[in-house]
């Protein structure tokens, strides 16, 4: 079991940065996983980490703009988010599950209830 908390969201004009972070608790060998979900649309992949923060996986509308990290000693996720634009509102989910780092929502077992990134025009 992984128990999972975001935190760290909020309201940012565009153009701006914002981190978030997850904090889990539970078994501690886990791929890190970030989806959002914005109003009216389905929930989508951001970034993911492996265990080890060896690899790292990005979806390309974030890549090079966001960074994914972790600290295993604290056991907390971080996702680093620059030059935000109103299209990346949403809320925000950390997730958590033991296949290699990837895409797809059905790879990971836990999840956090998700914190609210608002980007201002």
């Known amino acids: 079991q992984v128990h999972l908390v975001e935190s760290g969201g909020g309201l940012v004009q565009a153009g701006g940065s914002l981190g978030l972070s997850c904090a889990a608790s539970?078994?501690?060998?886990?791929?890190m996983g970030w989806f959002r979900q914005a109003p009216g649309k389905e929930r989508e992949f951001v970034a993911a980490i492996s265990w080890s923060a060896g690899s790292t996986y990005y979806a390309r509308s974030v890549k090079g703009l966001f960074t994914i990290s972790r600290d295993n000693v604290k056991n907390t996720g971080f996702l680093q988010m620059n030059s935000l634009k109103p299209e990346d509102t949403a809320v925000y989910y950390c997730?958590?599950?033991?296949?290699?780092?990837?895409?797809?929502?059905?790879?990971?077992?836990?999840w956090g209830q998700g914190t609210q990134v608002t980007v201002s025009s």
């Open positions: 539970g078994r501690t060998f886990y791929t």
């Open positions: 997730a958590a599950g033991s296949k290699l780092p990837g895409p797809g929502a059905s790879d990971y077992e836990y």
